[in-house]
């Protein structure tokens, strides 16, 4: 086993191992359920600022009596709703386990929204006297401030020692790799990685099956059982006993390859069985309705936007000679051929200088092979550098979405050679436009090899939402600032 040194807590010294690890855990949600509450208070007192700005000096007129009887109302109902907040929250799993953070945001917004609607109908049916503008920034502000007073709490507990989460995976292969990868890739919900156990060594050390006397050995507050289906077959019981000693644990099924967020899960009632109906989101007319709708929106305001950083740019490429933008030839939805449009960044006779260069040079021919990038690329003018460094030279491909040939979210565009090299997975890709941006690029972009493009490829098409796009999207903008993996 491969482990690093955990910190225990104080309070896991004195206690039983279960009844501390719970303790524990109460401590931590109650944390995080004090902070939501106080940023919805955080969030009242921000909102009141532009109200009271616009209703004084745009308005002209004096804001609404804080001590008036409708006042007093607001107050009273902006609790309630805040209430029901928490309360929906609850229910989709906050306050008693991590969320991933987009899982996490997700969810606020969304009940940030229900909360905004009710409260408004609210105000609305009892004709209370209230500045309506305050009403929409509280819930949009909330939105805002709740996912950082967590990310607060979180800090100040674990500065105390009280946040991080020593886990250990029980598991070998394929699915132990892939569950540690994942919870490594999420630093936000704490988890520290003690390490790897096979179940067939871990099994030879517990003796009478006392997994409490394993936690404590390995100082470990969580199990998470990444196990293959012939590990489950080969001890049914394990399950049975950690439920029986109350022990927190979690298990990663072997779902490898399956549309994870695609599934209807059902129960039986009476009987140990989950039936889980896989669906694929984007073979739904609506769900491809709606996800062209939001590209084709969000693709005419940034070209109105950004219509001034193209005529600079069109300005400083023109100084070199040459057209301002450059269009090669792509493989879009359903095998369909399409000029992918970008700035240019090369010089005129591009094509001779790199045949040349891969003749001379067996380094740079299995560089080119492996990505058909070039990291340090002689064709490539000053301004290209540039363009390419901050991504801005796939600006032009706003037009591609325009006409319909491309998505702002989805795999990267690939020419034909390149087509063999996604396997199995071309179904997949042959099923969207691609994007100007996706999963793979917000994952490391050219730094990670063409495999992880293939299966980040994959994945964001098994698993499509519309809030997986706005979520790329959103981290798509500090990974172009950073300039991370990019040339």
Not at 288 to 310: G, W
Not at 367 to 387: A, C, H, M, Q, Y
Not at 421 to 434: E, S
């Amino acid at each position: 086993m491969t482990s690093r040194e955990a910190t225990v807590h104080p309070m896991l010294k004195t206690l039983g191992y279960p009844v501390q690890l719970a303790r524990l855990r109460r401590m931590r949600h109650v944390a995080l359920l004090t902070s939501d509450l106080a940023m919805l208070l955080v969030a009242f007192g921000l909102a009141a600022l532009p109200s009271l700005a616009v209703n004084e000096w745009i308005l002209k007129r004096p804001f609404l009596d804080v001590f008036g009887e409708d006042t007093a109302l607001r107050l009273i109902q902006f609790g309630g709703f805040g209430i029901g907040l928490v309360l929906w929250l609850l229910t989709r799993g906050h306050y008693r386990q991590r969320l991933p953070f987009w899982t996490e945001v997700k969810h606020i917004v969304l009940g940030c929204i229900l909360m905004l609607l009710c409260d408004g109908f609210l105000m609305f049916a009892l004709k209370v006297d209230f500045s309506r503008l305050w009403l929409v920034l509280t819930w949009m502000v909330s939105a805002a401030v709740l996912p950082l007073g967590r990310r607060v709490v979180a800090a100040l507990l674990d500065a105390c020692g009280c946040w991080r989460i020593p886990v250990l995976i029980v598991g070998s292969g394929e699915e132990a790799d892939d569950a540690s990868y994942a919870l490594r890739s999420e630093p936000s919900l704490g988890y520290d990685i003690l390490g790897t156990v096979p179940l067939s060594a871990l099994l030879d050390t517990v003796t009478g099956r006392s997994w409490a006397a394993l936690y404590e050995t390995h100082k470990a507050q969580l199990v998470v059982l990444a196990l293959s289906s012939a590990e489950c077959v080969e001890d049914s019981d394990l399950i049975t006993d950690l439920v029986c000693e109350g022990l927190p644990f979690a298990i990663v099924p072997p779902l490898r390859g399956l549309p994870v967020l695609g599934f209807d899960r059902f129960y039986f009632f009476s009987h140990d069985i989950m039936m889980m109906m896989a669906r694929n989101n984007l073979a739904q007319p609506m769900s491809r309705a709606l996800k062209f709708c939001f590209d084709f929106v969000v693709a005419v305001l940034l070209m109105v936007l950004l219509l001034p950083l193209f005529a600079v740019f069109a300005a400083l490429i023109v100084k070199d000679g040459g057209p301002v933008l450059y269009g090669h030839r792509r493989i879009g939805c359903n095998g369909r051929p399409f000029t992918c449009l970008k700035f240019r960044t090369m010089v005129g006779d591009s094509d001779r200088i790199l045949r040349e260069l891969l003749e001379r040079d067996p380094a740079v021919l299995a560089e080119w092979r492996s990505t058909f990038k070039l990291k340090n690329d002689p064709r490539v003018t000053r301004i290209g550098r540039f363009l390419r460094a901050s991504s801005l030279d796939e600006l032009p491909q706003l037009l591609n979405i325009l006409r319909g040939e491309m998505s702002l979210v989805g795999p990267r565009p690939v020419t034909a050679d390149e087509l063999h090299k996604y396997g199995r997975d071309l179904a997949f890709y042959l099923q969207v436009r691609p994007g100007m941006t996706g999963l793979w690029q917000v994952s490391g972009r050219n730094d990670s090899s063409y495999d992880q493009r293939v299966r980040s490829d994959a994945w964001y098409v098994r698993n499509w939402s519309l809030w997986h796009d706005i979520a790329i999207l959103a981290k798509t903008v500090p990974v172009v600032l950073r300039r991370v993996g990019a040339y």
